[in-house]
Nanobody, 122 residues
């Protein structure tokens, strides 16, 4: 059974940094793409960043370009967040799909973690 476990969330002041981690286990497929999404209260879940299986391709939402960096090492995916803003507040979810490329639509992903809360104070 595929399992994704996020960690690294917390409370930070605006302008600060956090690094989220997503540990992936139980996969039986030979390659998988991963992504990060977030959901603020009373808002729909939205795309943040994605990375291909090889790590050679990445995509970012316009709102986080230049501030967030997605990377992966073995079975762990990271989201380095810098220059955080109050509007970055939300629950951050890691997702995976049995495919090689990058995907920005949440309906493309088959596996999800339970989420980790990020709160950015003004």
């Amino acid at each position: 059974q595929v399992r994704l476990v996020e960690s690294g969330g917390g409370l930070v002041q605006a302008g600060g940094s956090l690094r989220l981690s997503c540990a992936i286990s139980g996969t039986t497929f030979t390659s998988y793409a991963t992504g990060w999404f977030r959901q603020a209260p009373k808002r729909e879940r939205e795309f943040v960043a994605a990375i291909s299986w090889s790590g050679g391709s990445t995509k970012y939402a316009d709102s986080v370009k230049g501030r967030f960096t997605i990377s992966r090492h073995d079975a762990t995916v990271y989201l380095q967040m810098s220059g955080l803003k109050p509007e970055d507040t939300g629950v951050y979810y890691c997702a995976a799909v049995d495919a090689s490329y990058t995907y920005t639509d949440l309906t493309d992903y088959d596996y999800w973690g339970q989420g980790t809360q990020v709160t950015v104070s003004p």
